[in-house]
């Protein structure tokens, strides 16, 4: 397997369970964005193990940091 297929197989595994599961938010560009990016990495230290990238993907994802948007109620 060549690493564009186990890139797009693992992205595709993450992507699936999370979406299933009800969890991804927000943009689903930035969504994808940061699953690839996770995957990327682990790739770049020489990860080729299909459910192992997929995973990593998921639990950064499931444990990212969201940014909350504070709106201030201006009282009439």
């Known amino acids: ?11 595709d595994i993450a992507w699936k369970y999370l979406d299933r599961s009800g969890l991804l938010t927000g943009e689903r560009e930035d969504s994808a964005r ?11 230290r020489g990860e080729r193990r299909r459910l192992l ?3 990593a993907a ?3 994802y499931r444990l990212r940091p969201i940014l909350v948007t504070s709106y201030v109620i201006d009282p009439l």
């Open 58 to 60: 998921i639990d950064a």
């Open 53 to 55: 990238l997929s995973n």
């Open 1 to 11: 397997m060549t690493d564009p297929e186990l890139r797009t197989q693992s992205f």
């Open 34 to 44: 940061f699953i690839l990016n996770r995957i990327d990495r682990l790739m770049l």
